[in-house]
């Protein structure tokens, strides 16, 4: 199996999900991370003290998907996060060697 | 008599106090039903509205709503309350070109201040309808206007012995005179800003961008609960123990009834007791309770109110349907419950109660001429405002613009027009809804 | 002559919109020291909880509370307010049939309103004990019973001229007639409902479910000893310079001392001054210091805050190891507080203070008679109230239900009761306690 | 005559319950300001200050400001109020210890709660200025001196008869007596202290700390403002109503200009409009117009609140440059604020508005005089203070502590002090500043 | 070494972080983390509009263990976190090349 | 390429990110996590309730970088990030298949 983590813009997780649903991603989770890269930050003010915050707040989104379903899902995370702006963020792919359902003790591709 | 001018002032501070810790009431309210990313925006517009309305109304608008005129605008004694005025003198004895509030007998100091929380409510009902989109600056251009010019000019036809007085209009606290007018403008606002980005979907899904902060909402609605305590029965100008206790509990009675049953109405409705709704519902009793809690009986006020509570959440309803986006439903509360609660009282005003007031209303034998007088006032106050608040927002569209960036609005209002974050120490997300 | 009803009503108006606003505080102190999960919920509790209140005193608290009758209820003027009442005349002047309160020369509706804001507090103190499991129906049916039925007839006893008034039991501004009715309505509503899921785990252990945001829970208890300055002063509904000025010291000065006592056996009983503590501990104060405010010296007020506040601190502890499980802490503060209160005027009372009321307490050397009769309105009370109550959540329970599902209390009940939540723009945790 | 007595005492109560609630802004300013971290030790401080000021100036506090004595201290009636007293007699009538306010009509307990709760007002400016890394037991300490001691002796000297007063040195309401005091007393504990951790960077980098909640800031300013209708003209210390209509319109004008100002230079400064600024601008406009209030016209008001927003703003950046770490600005807004508003008196006032009190002020051709005697209040006043809180400070560093260690700072005050979070349910995140 | 990641019902962290003791975990990593899959969400109501949050809140723990302790690992989140309800979540395994441990600069196995 | 992910002090990530600027590393991702482990947590009270809070707020750190960067990648944050005291955090390393810039489709290393 393998794992991919994407890391898009917030507002773009409809869209993503939506997108994953269509290639048949049962299932995903996601967080809130800050991202910093080529994207730079604001500047903000606080009581007249100016200060850079150079996190830009990103959604991190991991699915384990099995090895023949990953390219697709690569490729739709791709699409439907893309807005062509600096920022919109990366696709890993990475290995991952066992999967465990625990409501059912299922293992493998059938836990997804 | 001296010290009957001391109670009268007293009261009259006092419940002008209360009107003033309103503007808390409405920052809350507002800021609590909007996004965290666009609170310190929202309480900034809150905070310095009051602040833009003193120096407006100070500087001429209150020269223009009780300025001695014709039955249009005051025109004398316009700048800086600078007319002639033997205030706390009343009736004949007064002298001076204030001459419309020359029937109460406090300082001219303590009729401004309380007249100038009430010009500075106005503006705070516009602040919430235009929010999460609408550039600083714009907004605090629009609210000098308002203050300054469209307020008191229609104020003084209701207020300052203009001709809808004289037509026998009675908008005992202000649900025209404050809340209609703060409505009308807002909906020109709405209309010229266009809703906020999300919130309307193709054909026609009407999505929810829910409020950051319930317990702000909710602080808010207690605190404007407990200024319309001064709001209502402190526009008795006067220390009455007989009027003042009746109207505190008609005010506090509508707002009970309109809490129960907009949560009622919702709970049946949408199947849930939604606490924006209950929220939404208290206020617009308050609202709908403000023209006629001198006129009306307790009886009376709970079915006002009760009214008002229901006519809240279909209103709330109607305009997203409308794709008139307003983020806390001040449309709703201000415009239809200021409507309502006008109309109000040509139907349940009652003789007995201010006797040589409003007379009967329909409900209670007195024919419709009364309800034809407060429908005309309706009419031409909406008109009026509505057209040339149209024409400022207008203006300020193409003179200095009016709505911020779509990156911006995406980014959030705080960061983009005060640099500022609200609460920079919590994990925020993006609601998706 | 007519000027002291305009500042006696003046007087019990403002007095009453504090206790009004004591609303907001209560709210704040109880949603604070809940979990973010249970805060639109218990907003909506306390926000509701005055418009129910509002509609059960007028329909028929009222009359039951004041209404003339026999020493158990009232039975004239029952419903709405309607019997023959001729105030602001007092004494044999008046004539009507609410008696009871024909001693203070102010209009019908301002005596209404600021009973009822008194009636609603009891409700109030209810919703904290409740929070956190209780159905939102369940709470809105029992809040009506306890204002239009339990609460008005207890207080008929003691202010509506009853047996217990007869008795020589004297509660200035309702310890007992507010407080612990309020607490003794709460504990039967704590047994029927059962603790928190995790609330008490094996072997006794006490985990701690801390209460989500301690600004709110500052905020509101702020608020209460500001609205405390209505709700004890006002009492006197009337302006009496000397009463008012004395009973606005005493009050804050118990307020006070409750907070540094508290602190303080928190600090060396738990190693640390834990907020929570220091809070409960000023309400305990001014909950104890509410029977005897009018009657005691300023530094008995002293006195009687410091044993509140410590005694508050040990009855929370005590409580928990009791398995009575009380997110706010109602029932030591309002419970405790308001029997030791009420005991007190037993002990402290001097004539000298406000003389012909109490006469001298113990420690004065009056006697224990007076001591006697203040023991036994606080066994009828809480009797009379807890078995009542008692019965009420009962047929609550079966008829309707009283709690919600565990997975609903897991999951929160703003979502499971309104479909609402309170912060959707913060990224929550649970607190492993 | 008596009605006046109650007028008079109904006026101070009321105007003494909302600087109560003065308490209530200054926590919400003060931990809005802060981050969450360090939020259950900053609420709690301004929760107790007040409790603590109560014993404080109920014990000595009140004898050393108003019993009778030398120009320098009060020395008779020192302890509890201990002292003869037949108010509310006035004048010659009057037979007490306490003669410096034996001018206004109202029972001793009425005058003994508002000069409480201005005392307690001077205590909790202290707390702003020296939060996030105090221990809260030395801040304690120190409130109990401040209140029992330094406070009361400045001002026994200008509101107790004392050497100033007959010098001729007025400050109405206190921008002296109560803002600068507290301002003085906080810069000694700012020097003492150090700055937070991470607040100066290397080669003089200023780094900024944002405040963790910006709706906090909001709603305490705006009870502040509030409070401030009680603080300014409740000073009048009676109902007359002319005098308390005009404070009322000075010191909200002020505070709207101030907010303007404040609100204008920081958004050409910065490019922003910070709301930290006009939070602290409207605060400093209050503070500038609190000595002149009943001395100055409604334009100078203007003025007068227009200079202190500016001034509050360049304060601010000034005092971060000389690396004096005040997390809320308290130094600025009381401190700058209070004298120029304490010179503005020589300045601006004007004979006809207060006749037989200031005289004229420089700009209305009463010449330098009065500036001359404002002056010397302010200095006196300054060195006093400072001098002898410098000495607490020091005495409390080394027999207690002053400052928490530093990884109980990184890690927040709330668990090192307390064992408390003040939001547990919510994630939070370190402000990369 | 492994790394297991294991998503869980926030409120069984407790019981997980009791039983990963038990079989000799010294430390995890655990954050607040949105789920989608299986279990569905809720509906909302917000003034008056409903909409679906499809997102149910899950906790997401992290263990890094040597090779041979990871199927006992595996077996004790699996034990603790079921409830046998829809939502109990997964085990991911994946494999970890190297540990370090910053305050000794400890390697591998060591490290944890 | 290589995943490099590190758990660090939160006061600690502006020193990181300074030194792996020093390295050359342009992006990197982080979020709040709690941290169990050696460093022990502590007791608070709440209205009378003791109870203990095991787990440290920490700050995670990923960053993908290619193969021969990792090991500076680790020494910068390894030295950035100690501070000798305990709690100072762990560096693990993983196998990255694949890496892909959103904005522009670019893959591999390239996409960083
Ligand atoms: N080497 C990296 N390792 C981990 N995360 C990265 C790395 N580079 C970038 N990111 C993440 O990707 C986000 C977007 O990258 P950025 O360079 O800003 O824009 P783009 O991907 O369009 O070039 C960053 O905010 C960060 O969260
Ligand atoms: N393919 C997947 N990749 C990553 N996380 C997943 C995946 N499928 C499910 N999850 C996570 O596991 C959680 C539980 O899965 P769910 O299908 O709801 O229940 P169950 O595991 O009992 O079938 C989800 O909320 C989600 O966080
Ligand atoms: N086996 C592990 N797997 C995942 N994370 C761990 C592991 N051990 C420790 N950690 C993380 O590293 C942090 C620091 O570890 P700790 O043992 O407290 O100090 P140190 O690393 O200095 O020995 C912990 O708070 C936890 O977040």
């Known amino acids: 199996m393998k794992k991919i983590e994407a890391i898009i813009k917030p507002h773009k997780l409809d869209e993503v999900k939506e997108a994953l649903h269509a290639v048949g991603v049962a299932g995903l989770t996601a967080y809130e991370v800050k991202g910093f890269g080529r994207q730079k930050g604001h500047t903000e003010i606080y009581r007249g003290a100016e200060y850079t915050v150079d996190f830009v707040p990103k959604l991190k989104i991991e699915i384990v998907v099995d090895d023949d379903l990953a390219p697709k899902v690569e490729d739709a995370i791709i699409e439907a996060a893309r807005s062509g702006k600096i920022g919109d963020g990366k696709v890993f792919t990475y290995d991952c060697e066992g999967a465990v359902r625990i409501r059912t003790g299922e293992r493998g591709p059938d836990a997804l | 008599m001296d010290l009957q001018i001391t109670l009268d002032t007293l009261w009259v501070l006092i419940a002008g106090m209360l009107v003033f810790f309103m503007n808390l009431g409405f920052a809350l309210v507002e800021s609590g039903f909007a996004r965290a990313k666009n609170t310190v925006n929202i309480i900034s517009k809150n905070f310095v509205v009051f602040a833009i309305a003193s120096i407006a109304f100070f500087v001429v608008g209150w020269g223009l709503m009780y300025g001695d005129g014709n039955g249009f605008l005051g025109l004398s004694g316009l700048f800086m309350l600078g007319g002639a005025d033997n205030s706390p003198a009343v009736g004949d004895a007064y002298q001076g070109v204030y001459s419309a509030l020359s029937w109460t007998g406090v300082p001219l100091m303590a009729k401004f201040f309380f007249q100038l929380v009430f010009a500075a409510t106005a503006a705070t009902i516009v602040s919430g309808a235009v929010a ?117 509990v008609t005010t506090s009675m509508a707002a009970a009834a309109g809490a129960l049953v907009a949560t009622a109405v919702a709970w049946k409705l949408l199947g849930k007791p939604d606490i924006g709704m209950t929220i939404n519902g208290a206020l617009g009793g308050l609202v709908g309770i403000t023209a006629g809690c001198a006129f009306v009986s307790v009886g009376s006020s709970l079915v006002i109110g009760a009214i008002a509570g229901a006519l809240i959440v279909f209103g709330v309803l109607l305009l997203d349907k409308l794709k008139l986006d307003d983020p806390v439903g001040a449309l709703a509360v201000h415009g239809m419950g200021g409507i309502f609660g006008t109309l109000a009282v040509g139907l349940f005003a009652q003789d007995v109660i201010a006797p040589g007031t409003t007379g009967d209303g329909l409900f209670f034998g007195g024919g419709a001429g009364l309800l034809g007088a407060q429908a005309i006032g309706v009419l031409a106050v909406g008109a009026a405002v509505f057209a040339v608040s149209l024409a400022a927002w207008l203006l300020i569209k193409v003179t200095m613009g009016v709505r911020v960036s779509a990156e911006e609005e995406l980014e959030g209002l705080d960061i983009g027009e005060h640099g500022n974050r609200a609460y920079p120490d919590f994990v925020q997300t993006e609601t998706v809804a």
Do not use: C, Q
């Open chain 2, 132 to 248: 999460e989109r609408i550039k600083y600056a714009s907004f605090i251009a629009f609210s000098f206007v308002l203050v300054a010019f469209i307020y008191p000019i229609v104020g003084h036809w209701i207020w300052g012995g203009g001709w809808l007085a004289l037509l026998g209009f009675w908008d005992f606290a202000g649900s025209t005179v404050v809340h209609s007018t703060g409505a009308w403008a807002a909906l020109a606002g709405v209309l010229v800003l266009g809703p906020r980005i999300g919130k309307y979907g193709k054909n026609g899904k009407v999505n929810a961008i829910p409020g950051h902060n319930m317990t702000s909402a909710m602080t808010g609605a207690f605190i404007l609960w407990l200024g319309w305590s001064g709001f209502n029965p402190g526009s008795t100008m006067a220390a009455d123990p007989g009027a003042i206790s009746h109207i505190v």
